[in-house]
């Protein structure tokens, strides 16, 4: 093996996660931050492979989401990021060390969640952009960890600090038997 193989291979590597991020209508800073392409190469990219159809993917501009308030605004977006998570779970994407680093690995991992919760969840509220924070808030464990249902063991999010007795979505809406 030449040593400019790897080079093509993780160049490569690169392209197809950058690609899957602007399928699921990532912002250019979100795609420079975990495949290190140029602003000026994944704009590139977005009109090569889907400049035909512009109309059908949106370009995402400004911050990207930030606030941990938007993940319990209603109900169904608490069950949809406790599904989601445990996706993020099970799949390995929350599995590295605080802080997670940003990875290739890391990045397809997040569009494999990304893709099953939507296979799982067709009309799912929770973008893929609030997907790629939700997973870099939960790595952290700062201002939202993984924890575990005390009645049935589910996996729930919550805040580090709770001041009650964990319970998932589903067993707070089911009453407790005598």
């Not at 690995?105 to 990304?114: I, K, N, P, S, W």
């Not at 063991?153 to 038997?177: K, M, N, S």
Request: proline share 5%; net charge positive.
């Amino acid at each position: 093996m030449r040593i400019s193989d790897d080079r093509y291979h993780r160049e490569r590597s690169r392209m197809e996660v950058a690609l899957r991020f602007l399928r699921h209508e990532a912002r250019t800073q979100t795609i420079r931050a975990w495949t290190g392409l140029s602003d000026d190469r994944i704009r590139k990219l977005y009109r090569s492979y889907y400049g035909p159809l512009r109309g059908a993917l949106t370009r995402h501009r400004g911050k990207s989401p930030h606030q941990i308030a938007y993940f319990s605004r209603s109900t169904r977006l608490i069950e949809e990021t406790v599904a989601l998570a445990s996706r993020l779970w099970v799949l390995g994407a929350l599995q590295a060390p605080a802080p997670a680093p940003v990875t290739l690995e890391r990045g397809t991992l997040l569009c494999q969640a990304f893709e099953a919760h939507r296979l799982a969840h067709p009309h799912a509220q929770i973008s893929f952009e609030h997907t790629v924070f939700l997973a870099a808030v939960l790595a952290r464990g700062e201002r939202l960890r993984i924890g575990w249902c005390g009645l049935c063991g589910g996996l729930v999010v919550t805040e580090p600090i709770a001041l009650r007795a964990l319970r998932c979505p589903f067993c707070t809406t089911t009453p407790l038997r005598a």
